[in-house]
């Protein structure tokens, strides 16, 4: 995960040209994360972002960011 203008985004490496693998694989695993009490998200890169789950919830709905 990245922050990008105060929202987290999933950041998706620029080296991984497979969307279908990161709409049918990556995002519905990431998911399961939302039935967890979610209250901080450790954020790679960027300020932190707050919202818990909810925000994480919405990043998934997000387009990925990408370094393309």
Do not use: C, M, T
């Amino acid at each position: 995960f990245i922050s990008i203008d105060g929202e987290l985004r999933v950041w998706w490496g620029d080296k991984h040209e497979n969307g279908d693998w990161y709409g049918e694989r990556l995002l519905p695993s990431l998911r399961r994360w939302l039935e967890l009490p979610i209250e901080r998200l450790l954020i790679a890169h960027g300020p932190q972002v707050g919202g818990g789950v909810d925000e994480l919830a919405a990043a998934l709905e997000r387009p990925p960011h990408s370094l393309e």
